[in-house]
Nanobody
Framework: QVQLVESGGGLVQAGESLRLACAAS????????MGWFRQPPGKEREFVAG????????YYADSVKGRFTISRDNAKNTAYLRMNSLKPEDTALYYC?????????????????WGQGTQVTVSS
């Protein structure tokens, strides 16, 4: 089973940018749809963005559309989340997840494997 490790989180000011990375342990990474989720303090985990196995299809939550970009490099077994124009309400623990399916699901239970999370904090 693929293992995932996120990196790139940190403390930034509103309006700044961050790029999160999700490194996978297997060469079969290219067979997985990848998703990014986040869990704000005191709230439930929510879908942020997803990308299919080839990178030809992406999907975003309305709250991040136009500001965040999901991408992947299958040669490097890595998925990315570029976050621009960050807002305090983007503060959360960000997780990447993998699903062995061609469909970009927005519900967490559809994903088989999760990383440990990386914290993003946006100050106002």
């Amino acid at each position: 089973q693929v293992q995932l490790v996120e990196s790139g989180g940190g403390l930034v000011q509103a309006g700044e940018s961050l790029r999160l990375a999700c490194a996978a342990s297997e060469r079969t990474f290219g067979m997985y749809t990848m998703g990014w989720f986040r869990q704000p303090p005191g709230k439930e985990r929510e879908f942020v963005a997803g990308i299919n196995w080839s990178g030809s299809s992406t999907y975003y939550a309305d709250s991040v559309k136009g500001r965040f970009t999901i991408s992947r490099d299958n040669a490097k077994n890595t998925a990315y989340l570029r976050m621009n124009s960050l807002k305090p309400e983007d503060t959360a623990l960000y997780y990447c997840a993998a699903a062995k399916t061609p469909i970009i699901y927005t519900t967490s239970f559809q994903y088989d494997t999760w990383g440990q999370g990386t914290q993003v904090t946006v100050s106002s």
